[in-house]
Antibody
């Protein structure tokens, strides 16, 4: 059974940093692209980042480019999202997703990030 | 960026009826269009990939069609458990984008 479990969320002040983690199990992690998708409170879904199987290629929308960094550790079957210079508009639930060929076929339960002073 | 417009925003349904949800892209996405269901307080779940490909474990009453810019998600015989928000997402070009969603509610 595919499982994705996010952690690391919480309350953080504007301008500060936070790092999210996602522990994967039930599949060969190193064979899959992975992604982060977020959802602001009562809003829709927004793609945040994608990483290739080896980690050599990463992709971001303009809204987070230069501030967020996606990474992975295939030996630990773990995915990460380093978020710097956080803004209030980054407040959202962040989902880790298995992401082959642009499709998010499995999702974690999500972790809440609140950016507020 | 590809803009996905979903309609209607809200659809009131009666159990047992057949319904169709629309997703229109601002430019062609070929068949790189995927549908997700999100029940209240749950994570999204993949329903249909590549416009019409079924997903293991998803009830057969869900089906998808379309290509290019116009796509449809159909539910043949709505059940109470289908009351959710449905999102489309394009995977044809970066940045990947989602529609704003269609909410199914009980009539």
């Amino acid at each position: 059974e595919v499982q994705l479990v996010e952690s690391g969320g919480g309350l953080v002040q504007p301008g500060r940093s936070l790092k999210l983690s996602c522990a994967a199990s039930g599949f060969t992690f190193s064979n899959y692209y992975m992604a982060w998708v977020r959802q602001a409170p009562k809003k829709g879904l927004e793609w945040v980042a994608t990483i290739s199987t080896s980690g050599s290629r990463t992709y971001y929308p303009d809204s987070v480019k230069g501030r967020f960094t996606i990474s992975r550790d295939n030996a630990k079957s773990s995915l990460y999202l380093q978020m710097n210079s956080l803004k209030s508009e980054d407040t959202a639930t962040y989902y880790c997703a298995r992401h082959p060929f642009g499709v998010s076929d499995y999702w974690g339960q999500g972790v809440m990030v609140t950016v507020s002073s | 960026d590809v803009v996905l417009t979903q309609s209607p925003a809200t659809l009131s349904v009666t159990p047992g009826e057949r319904i169709s949800l629309s997703c229109r892209a601002s430019e062609s996405v070929d068949t790189y269009l995927h549908w997700y269901q999100q029940k209240p307080n749950e994570s999204p779940r993949l329903l249909i990939k590549y416009a019409s490909q079924s997903i293991s474990g998803i009830p057969s009453r869900f089906s998808g069609s379309g290509s290019g810019t116009d796509f449809t998600l159909s539910i043949n015989g709505v059940e109470l458990e289908d009351l959710s928000i449905y999102y489309c997402q394009q995977g044809n070009s970066l940045p990947y984008t989602f529609g704003a969603g269609t909410k199914l509610e009980l009539k």
